[in-house]
């Protein structure tokens, strides 16, 4: 009876912690999503910017990639946060991999749609 009851225990914390992780894994994930949203969000607000208008693509460009860092660095440790959870062993320095190009397609998205609109008014 004894052994049972502890096979029941270590059964209900086994089931708790991996609640626990779930839900843990659930709130990252919404994390680095709104990381992300915060992040694209605010590169979206730089788009239309009348000062932009009249920039070339390559001053676009480098504008984007400085802009938005307090976002860009959110979404980066958001991302990993989660990368790490999800996948715990895989390498930290992949995860930061991952998360940079992310942060480099948002970017280059941006970058894509400004280029195309500008061959497009002219």
Known sequence: MEKAMR???????VMTASASFAGELED?????VAGRDSYWNCL???????SNKKLSG???????????ASERQNFRVMLVDFLSLQ??????GAHMT?????IASAQKDVVTAFVRHQAAAK
């Open 7 to 13: 096979a029941f225990i270590l059964a209900a914390l």
């Open 28 to 32: 990252a994930h919404r994390a680095a």
């Open 87 to 92: 996948f715990p062993d895989v390498d930290s």
């Open 44 to 50: 979206a607000r730089e788009y239309p910017r009348d």
């Open 58 to 68: 390559e001053q676009f460009t480098s504008l984007i990639a400085s802009v938005c």
């Open 98 to 102: 991952t998360a940079n190009n992310a």
